[in-house]
């Protein structure tokens, strides 16, 4: 019967076959092969479709194909001659959304098809560390696939010969005897060595990807547990020693990185530890807690993030949660803020820990001699009282809050206002003699 040909894509139409061999190589990426063999059919490209599907091995009920081996050596003949078309040199599109020739997506294809990453890693098409990972991979899996059909049918062949029969399907026993120099050689399952092959790659954007430390982790997953370990514990040590805050965003990656695997491997995470050379301050605790101080010590100094300290604590063992919190919570000044951060240590602490937290704050606010500094949201100190002076006032209003906080509250005004009786004033002025700082705080300073 006519068919309309209106509605096919034209032979001679260059574009609109390069758009439909650029959505038919994603599609192939995304290992959706028959939606991909459906859209050439679809576009009349019937014939491009059935030169797709040589790769089925022959099963049992006679589908497949009985040349398979064959098949592929092909494909690899007609995408090497067709990588010499589309050189990357002789490509000058940059961006990944530009569109190549029609010829460069099909070569594309033929080498994913065959497990060829040689020409593949040459392809302009593949423009991403990504793409090129896709290839490597799939040529991987695609090698093994083949060994293991090989000796598959070696024996089948083998068992035909002993019985003095024929192989089921007459013509494909010569696969046994394929020497074919030319079908490419595999890692061996040794996927840090096949992704090495990224690394001699003329595209720049797959062999600089290699260099990337976010993609250096992805590799590491991929090729096993020893190349994870060195990668984090690598990623560890430089963060940890680092004291440029510009490293911060390398810092939460590395940390959240660790944070997950101490989740669902915690028997992988104990292993993980600083390299020798990386002083640790003699402390025993595990790498993720050493993370963890280090990235807390970074949200401490940003403001902003305060709301997010009490969280990260709550990761920490319970005696690094005290130091570590308490230590922050010297540094909050203001009345909301004081709320704020309270309210989060009841909220994700172990019961009963944040009165010790704030013990340790109002007894080392108080008896230490803390240089003072003015400090956002910090209120201004009373006429005639020093600033030191007034934020040791203000330390009490941390154990004002909740009721069970009351009587340590009244332990620690006794305790300053000894203080204050008992030391001389800094000043020469009466006005700056610590017994109006006794007055002040004894009259105006303390809740009722």
Same mark, same amino acid.
């Given at each position: 019967?006519?068919?309309?040909?209106?509605?096919?894509?034209?032979?001679?139409?260059?574009?609109?076959?390069?758009?439909?061999?650029?959505?038919?190589?994603?599609?192939?990426?995304?290992?959706?092969?028959?939606?991909?063999?459906?859209?050439?059919?679809?576009?009349?490209?019937?014939?491009?479709?059935?030169s797709w599907i040589g790769g089925e091995p022959l099963s049992s009920?006679? /589908?497949?194909?009985?040349?398979?081996?064959?098949?592929?050596?092909?494909?690899?003949?007609?995408?090497?001659?067709?990588? @010499?078309?589309?050189?990357?040199?002789?490509?000058?599109?940059?961006?990944?959304?530009?569109?190549?020739?029609?010829?460069?997506?099909?070569?594309?294809?033929?080498?994913?098809?065959?497990?060829?990453?040689?020409?593949?890693?040459?392809?302009?098409?593949?423009?991403?560390?990504?793409?090129?990972?896709?290839?490597?991979?799939?040529?991987?899996?695609?090698?093994?696939?083949?060994?293991?059909?090989?000796?598959?049918?070696?024996?089948?062949?083998?068992?035909?010969?002993?019985?003095?029969?024929?192989?089921?399907?007459?013509?494909?026993?010569?696969?046994?005897?394929?020497?074919?120099?030319?079908?490419?050689?595999?890692?061996?399952?040794?996927?840090?060595?096949?992704?090495?092959?990224?690394?001699?790659?003329?595209?720049?954007?797959?062999?600089?990807?290699?260099?990337?430390?976010?993609?250096?982790?992805?590799?590491?997953?991929?090729?096993?547990?020893?190349?994870?370990?060195?990668?984090?514990e690598e990623c560890a040590a430089l963060s940890i020693s680092a004291?440029?805050?510009?490293?911060?965003?390398?810092?939460?990656?590395?940390?959240?990185?660790?944070?997950?695997?101490?989740?669902?491997?915690?028997?992988?995470?104990?292993?993980? /530890?600083?390299?020798?050379?990386v002083g640790s301050d003699g402390n025993d605790d595990s790498l993720?807690?050493?993370?963890?101080?280090?990235?807390?010590?970074?949200?401490?100094?940003?403001?902003?993030?305060?709301?997010?300290?009490?969280?990260?604590? /709550?990761?920490?063992?319970?005696?690094?949660?005290?130091?570590?919190?308490?230590?922050?919570?010297?540094?909050?000044?203001?009345?909301?803020?004081?709320?704020?951060?309270?309210?989060?240590?009841?909220?994700?602490?172990?019961?009963?820990?944040?009165?010790?937290?704030?013990?340790?704050?109002?007894?080392?606010?108080?008896?230490?001699?803390?240089?003072?500094?003015?400090?956002?949201?910090?209120? @201004?100190?009373?006429?005639?009282?020093?600033?030191?002076?007034?934020?040791?006032? @203000?330390?009490?209003?941390?154990?004002?809050?909740?009721?069970?906080?009351?009587?340590?509250?009244?332990?620690?005004?006794?305790?300053?206002?000894?203080?204050?009786?008992?030391?001389?004033?800094?000043?020469?002025?009466?006005?700056?003699?610590?017994?109006?700082?006794?007055?002040?705080?004894?009259?105006?300073?303390?809740?009722?």
């Amino acid at each position: 019967s006519p068919v309309n040909v209106s509605s096919f894509l034209e032979s001679e139409d260059e574009v609109n076959d390069a758009r439909l061999l650029r959505a038919c190589f994603m599609l192939f990426q995304a290992g959706r092969i028959d939606e991909a063999l459906k859209l050439v059919s679809d576009c009349g490209q019937a014939w491009r479709a059935a030169s797709w599907i040589g790769g089925e091995p022959l099963s049992s009920d006679g /589908s497949g194909n009985p040349t398979r081996s064959l098949w592929k050596k092909q494909c690899r003949e007609i995408s090497k001659q067709m990588s @010499r078309v589309t050189q990357v040199g002789n490509s000058p599109q940059t961006n990944t959304r530009s569109l190549h020739s029609s010829i460069a997506y099909e070569a594309a294809i033929l080498c994913l098809l065959s497990d060829d990453v040689h020409n593949a890693l040459n392809n302009p098409v593949l423009q991403t560390w990504e793409s090129g990972v896709h290839a490597v991979l799939h040529a991987e899996r695609g090698i093994i696939v083949d060994e293991v059909l090989k000796a598959h049918n070696n024996t089948r062949i083998e068992a035909a010969e002993e019985s003095q029969t024929h192989f089921p399907y007459v013509g494909t026993e010569f696969d046994a005897f394929d020497n074919n120099e030319s079908a490419p050689e595999g890692c061996d399952g040794d996927l840090g060595a096949a992704l090495e092959q990224l690394d001699s790659s003329p595209l720049d954007e797959i062999r600089e990807g290699s260099g990337d430390p976010f993609r250096n982790g992805m590799s590491s997953f991929l090729v096993g547990q020893n190349a994870v370990k060195e990668y984090i514990e690598e990623c560890a040590a430089l963060s940890i020693s680092a004291q440029n805050e510009d490293e911060a965003c390398f810092l939460r990656y590395i940390a959240h990185l660790v944070i997950y695997i101490d989740s669902v491997l915690p028997d992988f995470s104990s292993q993980l /530890s600083l390299p020798q050379d990386v002083g640790s301050d003699g402390n025993d605790d595990s790498l993720c807690e050493l993370l963890l101080l280090k990235y807390i010590s970074y949200l401490s100094t940003r403001r902003d993030l305060w709301s997010h300290v009490a969280l990260y604590c /709550s990761l920490l063992s319970v005696d690094n949660i005290l130091e570590t919190y308490s230590s922050f919570l010297i540094n909050v000044h203001s009345d909301q803020e004081r709320k704020m951060t309270l309210q989060q240590a009841r909220d994700f602490f172990p019961e009963g820990l944040d009165c010790c937290i704030l013990r340790n704050v109002v007894r080392e606010m108080i008896i230490s001699d803390i240089p003072w500094q003015h400090a956002p949201g910090e209120e @201004r100190a009373p006429a005639g009282v020093n600033s030191a002076d007034a934020r040791k006032m @203000r330390s009490i209003h941390w154990l004002c809050y909740y009721p069970e906080h009351w009587p340590d509250a009244l332990v620690c005004s006794n305790l300053l206002l000894r203080i204050f009786l008992l030391t001389e004033g800094v000043g020469t002025e009466p006005s700056d003699s610590n017994l109006l700082a006794f007055k002040i705080l004894f009259d105006k300073m303390l809740p009722d």
